[in-house]
């Protein structure tokens, strides 16, 4: 929609500008932007990584305002006489995060008796530390797993799920714009195998089971 290609042309404005200068770039993300981030994914069933929201430091990326309230932020603004510009997006109720965030987090504030945003983060908070802590369990199995190009199923059909699907998210990390939705059709090739045919990703890309092992190829 609208919202996401406003995103995408405000990061790649900025990853422009990054790539000519190098160093960090500092965002203005605060605690309300990461509550509404982990509201609205939580509304349409995102997994956990979208959950743990927005990092305070992924390079190149700093939030360094990601512990603070906007009413903060926007209190030091006044207090040191620097102008405070509201985006008239903000106020449109035709933009979803605009809905959760003058409709939705009030609501929810008045039902939970308060602090609905702060515990949102601290939820992201947890989510991301185990995001992060399996990760780094993938990419140690992946270094055996993924070292041939054909995953063998028997090996990967026995892991965990969610260790699994990311070492299947690792395997297809070059098919672009791949959804939850395709990774389950992969992943029912492990676990599910009743002698379906390939999986059609994007990009005209097709996985297939074949020899006990996936194999993936460009479509005919």
Same mark, same amino acid.
């Given at each position: *929609? ?14 422009? %500008? ?34 743990? !929201? ?14 603070? +309230?906007?009413? %903060? ?28 965030? $003058? ?10 008796? *308060? ?27 992946? /270094?055996?797993?993924? +070292? ?11 892991? $965990?799920?969610?260790?699994? +699907? ?9 098919? /672009? !714009?791949? %959804?939850?939705?395709?990774? *389950? ?8 195998? $009743? !002698? ?7 990009? *005209?890309?097709?996985?297939? +089971?074949?020899? !006990? ?8």
């Amino acid at each position: *929609g609208p919202e996401a290609a406003a995103r995408r042309a405000r990061y790649a404005a900025l990853e422009s %500008t990054q790539s000519e200068r190098g160093g960090w770039v500092a965002l203005g993300h605060t605690l309300d932007d990461q509550a509404e981030t982990v509201l609205i994914g939580l509304g349409r069933g995102s997994g956990p990584r979208s959950l743990a !929201g927005m990092s305070a430091a992924r390079f190149p990326w700093l939030r360094p305002l990601l512990p603070v +309230r906007r009413a %903060t932020t926007r209190a030091a603004c006044v207090a040191e006489g620097l102008p405070v510009w509201d985006d008239p997006h903000n106020s449109d109720p035709a933009y979803t995060r605009v809905r959760v965030r $003058h409709e939705l987090l009030p609501l929810m504030d008045d039902v939970l008796n *308060g602090g609905v945003a702060a515990a949102l983060a601290r939820t992201a908070d947890l989510l991301r530390e185990d995001c992060d802590a399996l990760d780094v369990i993938v990419a140690d199995l992946a /270094v055996d797993g993924l +070292r041939d190009a054909a995953p063998d199923v028997d090996v990967f059909a026995g892991l $965990h799920p969610a260790v699994r +699907r990311r070492l299947l998210r690792l395997w297809l990390a070059g098919v /672009v !714009g791949l %959804t939850a939705a395709h990774l *389950g059709a992969v992943d029912a090739l492990l676990v599910d195998w $009743h !002698g379906q045919g390939e999986v059609a990703l994007p990009g *005209g890309w097709e996985v297939y +089971r074949a020899s !006990g092992r996936l194999h993936l190829q460009a479509g005919s």
